[in-house]
């Protein structure tokens, strides 16, 4: 779904500090209040961080509902942008590895989705975390 990024209309990276503990609704009323934007739109993908840069949040509209993503990594942090300024200043580097770690997490979800994951020690905090989130909506 990701890979380069072409199959979005749209990328907006939401500076500053997200709270992360906000699910799929309070990140929509984020996109929607904060930012004038409508977060229902198709093919957009909105990215949250926290204060903790190693991890994020991303939110689609596919039509049908949400897709809630999240990337915690396991060593290192992301490049987060702070300010509006910082994310003008993004290099494509930044916004490669961003990409990149959002590609693995959209992997898992979809083969979640589909009922073909097989779990393993690395992911499977991520599908508990998952699964605690689509309850709590």
Known sequence: ML???SGFRRIYLATGYTDLRRGMEGLASIIKFNFQLDPYQKDILFLFCGRRTDR????VWEGDGFLLLYKRLE????NWPRTKEEALEMD???Y??????LQECVEEMHQIIQGEHRRSFRN????EHMKEELKGE
């Open 56 to 59: 994020i949040k991303g939110l």
């Open 3 to 5: 890979n380069d990024a």
């Open 75 to 78: 060593l290192g942090a992301f």
């Open 96 to 101: 490669l590895i961003i990409n990149d770690d």
């Open 92 to 94: 494509q580097y930044d």
């Open 124 to 127: 499977a905090e991520f599908i």
